[in-house]
Protein backbone atom coordinates (compact mmCIF):
# COMPACT_ATOMS: atom_id res chain seq x y z
CA UNK A 1 0.00 0.00 0.00
CA UNK A 2 0.74 3.78 -0.04
CA UNK A 3 1.73 4.07 3.56
CA UNK A 4 1.59 1.80 7.12
CA UNK A 5 -1.79 0.70 7.78
CA UNK A 6 -2.75 -0.02 11.62
CA UNK A 7 -5.22 -1.58 12.99
CA UNK A 8 -7.46 -0.79 14.76
CA UNK A 9 -6.98 2.67 15.30
CA UNK A 10 -8.66 3.21 18.87
CA UNK A 11 -8.87 -0.22 21.46
CA UNK A 12 -10.57 0.03 24.64
CA UNK A 13 -10.51 -3.03 26.59
CA UNK A 14 -10.64 -4.46 30.10
CA UNK A 15 -7.88 -5.62 32.39
CA UNK A 16 -7.47 -9.35 31.95
CA UNK A 17 -8.14 -9.47 27.99
CA UNK A 18 -6.16 -10.27 25.28
CA UNK A 19 -5.99 -8.16 22.64
CA UNK A 20 -4.46 -7.94 19.10
CA UNK A 21 -2.95 -4.93 16.97
CA UNK A 22 -2.51 -5.33 13.33
CA UNK A 23 0.07 -3.69 11.13
CA UNK A 24 0.40 -3.62 7.31
CA UNK A 25 3.30 -2.03 6.41
CA UNK A 26 4.81 -0.49 2.77
CA UNK A 27 4.79 -3.04 -0.13
CA UNK A 28 8.34 -4.22 -0.62
CA UNK A 29 9.84 -3.35 2.81
CA UNK A 30 11.31 -5.64 4.46
CA UNK A 31 12.37 -3.92 8.29
CA UNK A 32 9.65 -4.00 10.58
CA UNK A 33 9.30 -2.61 14.01
CA UNK A 34 7.03 -1.92 16.51
CA UNK A 35 7.16 1.35 18.96
CA UNK A 36 5.41 1.79 21.92
CA UNK A 37 4.25 6.08 22.72
CA UNK A 38 3.38 6.72 26.42
CA UNK A 39 2.87 10.03 27.86
CA UNK A 40 5.93 11.65 29.22
CA UNK A 41 7.98 8.53 27.73
CA UNK A 42 8.93 9.35 24.61
CA UNK A 43 8.87 6.01 22.29
CA UNK A 44 9.71 2.66 23.41
CA UNK A 45 11.48 0.34 21.05
CA UNK A 46 9.33 -3.06 21.38
CA UNK A 47 10.35 -5.54 18.36
CA UNK A 48 11.34 -5.76 15.20
CA UNK A 49 11.75 -8.45 11.83
CA UNK A 50 14.27 -8.07 9.24
CA UNK A 51 13.43 -10.29 6.48
CA UNK A 52 13.39 -13.87 7.42
CA UNK A 53 16.06 -13.38 9.92
CA UNK A 54 15.22 -14.30 13.95
CA UNK A 55 13.28 -10.77 15.35
CA UNK A 56 14.80 -8.64 17.99
CA UNK A 57 12.53 -8.79 20.66
CA UNK A 58 15.08 -7.27 23.46
CA UNK A 59 12.56 -4.28 23.61
CA UNK A 60 9.36 -6.85 24.72
CA UNK A 61 8.35 -5.73 28.43
CA UNK A 62 6.90 -8.58 29.76
CA UNK A 63 6.02 -12.14 28.29
CA UNK A 64 2.58 -10.80 27.99
CA UNK A 65 3.83 -9.06 24.82
CA UNK A 66 4.43 -11.29 21.75
CA UNK A 67 4.78 -10.25 17.89
CA UNK A 68 4.92 -12.48 14.84
CA UNK A 69 5.36 -11.42 11.08
CA UNK A 70 3.58 -14.00 8.63
CA UNK A 71 4.99 -14.14 5.17
CA UNK A 72 7.33 -11.24 5.70
CA UNK A 73 4.59 -8.86 5.51
CA UNK A 74 1.34 -8.25 7.82
CA UNK A 75 2.50 -8.00 11.73
CA UNK A 76 0.65 -8.62 14.60
CA UNK A 77 1.29 -7.59 18.16
CA UNK A 78 -0.12 -9.67 20.82
CA UNK A 79 -0.52 -8.39 24.39
CA UNK A 80 -2.25 -10.90 26.62
CA UNK A 81 -3.94 -10.71 30.26
CA UNK A 82 -3.71 -6.89 29.42
CA UNK A 83 -3.10 -4.56 32.41
CA UNK A 84 -3.46 -0.89 33.19
CA UNK A 85 0.00 0.01 32.33
CA UNK A 86 -0.16 -1.35 29.06
CA UNK A 87 -2.53 1.82 28.01
CA UNK A 88 -0.33 3.58 24.80
CA UNK A 89 -0.50 4.19 21.42
CA UNK A 90 1.08 1.41 19.54
CA UNK A 91 3.40 2.47 16.53
CA UNK A 92 4.36 0.62 13.58
CA UNK A 93 7.11 1.30 11.21
CA UNK A 94 8.66 0.07 7.73
CA UNK A 95 11.58 0.68 6.39
CA UNK A 96 13.23 -0.69 2.92
CA UNK A 97 15.70 -2.20 4.33
CA UNK A 98 17.70 -3.31 7.54
CA UNK A 99 19.75 -0.61 7.85
CA UNK A 100 20.65 2.79 11.00
CA UNK A 101 20.86 4.94 8.24
CA UNK A 102 17.19 4.39 6.82
CA UNK A 103 14.10 6.60 7.50
CA UNK A 104 11.39 4.50 8.97
CA UNK A 105 8.03 5.23 7.81
CA UNK A 106 5.41 5.13 10.86
CA UNK A 107 1.79 4.47 10.90
CA UNK A 108 -0.62 6.43 12.62
CA UNK A 109 -1.08 3.97 15.51
CA UNK A 110 -3.30 2.13 17.81
CA UNK A 111 -4.56 3.75 20.41
CA UNK A 112 -4.91 0.98 23.19
CA UNK A 113 -6.28 1.74 26.60
CA UNK A 114 -6.63 -0.47 29.28
CA UNK A 115 -9.52 0.15 32.26
CA UNK B 1 23.91 1.68 25.24
CA UNK B 2 22.71 4.28 22.70
CA UNK B 3 20.50 7.25 24.31
CA UNK B 4 18.81 10.71 23.72
CA UNK B 5 18.34 13.64 25.87
CA UNK B 6 15.70 16.46 24.42
CA UNK B 7 16.00 18.69 27.84
CA UNK B 8 13.00 20.51 27.46
CA UNK B 9 9.47 19.16 27.57
CA UNK B 10 8.10 22.49 25.84
CA UNK B 11 9.24 25.62 23.71
CA UNK B 12 7.34 28.33 23.09
CA UNK B 13 8.25 30.95 20.68
CA UNK B 14 6.45 33.78 18.53
CA UNK B 15 5.63 33.71 15.29
CA UNK B 16 8.45 34.61 12.68
CA UNK B 17 11.14 34.25 15.38
CA UNK B 18 14.06 31.84 15.05
CA UNK B 19 13.86 28.43 16.54
CA UNK B 20 15.48 25.85 18.21
CA UNK B 21 14.46 22.58 19.80
CA UNK B 22 17.61 20.84 21.78
CA UNK B 23 19.40 17.55 21.33
CA UNK B 24 22.38 15.83 22.44
CA UNK B 25 23.25 12.00 21.96
CA UNK B 26 25.20 9.35 23.49
CA UNK B 27 26.44 6.37 21.28
CA UNK B 28 29.32 3.98 20.95
CA UNK B 29 30.58 4.77 17.17
CA UNK B 30 29.86 7.48 14.38
CA UNK B 31 25.96 8.04 14.90
CA UNK B 32 23.17 7.92 12.47
CA UNK B 33 20.58 10.91 13.73
CA UNK B 34 17.14 11.89 12.79
CA UNK B 35 14.37 14.28 13.58
CA UNK B 36 10.97 13.50 13.61
CA UNK B 37 7.80 15.29 13.38
CA UNK B 38 4.22 14.39 14.96
CA UNK B 39 1.34 16.66 14.33
CA UNK B 40 -2.03 16.06 16.54
CA UNK B 41 -3.58 12.48 15.95
CA UNK B 42 -1.47 12.09 13.33
CA UNK B 43 2.02 9.34 13.18
CA UNK B 44 5.67 10.12 12.75
CA UNK B 45 6.75 12.20 9.89
CA UNK B 46 10.79 12.18 9.36
CA UNK B 47 11.74 15.83 9.12
CA UNK B 48 15.77 15.06 8.29
CA UNK B 49 18.66 13.26 8.85
CA UNK B 50 22.63 13.35 9.10
CA UNK B 51 24.33 10.61 8.28
CA UNK B 52 28.07 11.64 7.41
CA UNK B 53 29.12 14.69 5.29
CA UNK B 54 28.22 18.44 5.87
CA UNK B 55 26.99 18.88 9.30
CA UNK B 56 24.41 21.22 8.52
CA UNK B 57 21.72 19.28 7.19
CA UNK B 58 18.43 20.93 5.57
CA UNK B 59 15.31 19.15 5.43
CA UNK B 60 11.42 19.82 5.14
CA UNK B 61 9.01 22.68 5.94
CA UNK B 62 12.75 25.06 6.52
CA UNK B 63 14.04 23.11 9.57
CA UNK B 64 17.77 22.76 9.39
CA UNK B 65 19.95 20.57 12.14
CA UNK B 66 23.52 21.02 13.03
CA UNK B 67 25.50 17.95 13.51
CA UNK B 68 27.90 18.66 16.88
CA UNK B 69 30.40 16.05 17.08
CA UNK B 70 32.13 17.33 20.47
CA UNK B 71 28.91 18.25 22.16
CA UNK B 72 27.46 15.67 20.77
CA UNK B 73 24.20 17.44 19.98
CA UNK B 74 22.19 17.67 17.01
CA UNK B 75 19.76 20.48 17.54
CA UNK B 76 16.96 21.33 15.52
CA UNK B 77 16.34 24.74 13.60
CA UNK B 78 14.09 27.03 11.57
CA UNK B 79 15.01 31.04 11.16
CA UNK B 80 11.47 31.81 11.10
CA UNK B 81 8.71 30.01 13.04
CA UNK B 82 5.23 29.39 11.49
CA UNK B 83 1.65 28.70 13.72
CA UNK B 84 1.73 25.52 11.83
CA UNK B 85 4.92 24.55 13.02
CA UNK B 86 3.11 23.83 16.30
CA UNK B 87 3.80 20.14 16.95
CA UNK B 88 5.56 17.05 18.83
CA UNK B 89 9.37 16.84 17.82
CA UNK B 90 11.28 13.84 18.40
CA UNK B 91 14.92 13.17 17.79
CA UNK B 92 16.49 9.54 17.31
CA UNK B 93 19.86 7.93 16.98
CA UNK B 94 21.00 5.09 15.66
CA UNK B 95 24.25 3.82 14.62
CA UNK B 96 25.96 0.87 12.54
CA UNK B 97 27.48 -1.49 14.99
CA UNK B 98 25.83 -4.04 17.58
CA UNK B 99 22.32 -4.00 16.45
CA UNK B 100 22.36 -0.32 16.72
CA UNK B 101 20.05 -0.03 13.78
CA UNK B 102 17.54 0.07 16.44
CA UNK B 103 15.90 3.80 16.60
CA UNK B 104 16.50 4.98 20.08
CA UNK B 105 14.01 8.27 20.56
CA UNK B 106 14.28 11.06 22.94
CA UNK B 107 11.26 12.22 25.29
CA UNK B 108 9.63 14.92 22.55
CA UNK B 109 9.59 18.69 22.63
CA UNK B 110 6.54 20.18 22.14
CA UNK B 111 6.67 23.39 20.33
CA UNK B 112 4.08 25.62 20.39
CA UNK B 113 4.20 28.78 18.22
CA UNK B 114 2.00 31.50 18.53
CA UNK B 115 1.00 34.69 16.92
Not at chain 1, 12 to 34: F, M, N, Q
Not at chain 1, 59 to 69: H, Q, T
Not at chain 2, 24 to 49: A, E
Not at chain 2, 73 to 81: E, V, Y
Amino acid sequence: GAGVSQSPSNKVTEKGKDVELRCDPISGHTALYWYRQSLGQGLEFLIYFQGNSAPDKSGLPSDRFSAERTGGSVSTLTIQRTQQEDSAVYLCASSPQFSGANVLTFGAGSRLTVL
Amino acid sequence: AQSVAQPEDQVNVAEGNPLTVKCTYSVSGNPYLFWYVQYPNRGLQFLLKYITGDNLVKGSYGFEAEFNKSQTSFHLKKPSALVSDSALYFCAVSTLTGGGNKLTFGTGTQLKVEL
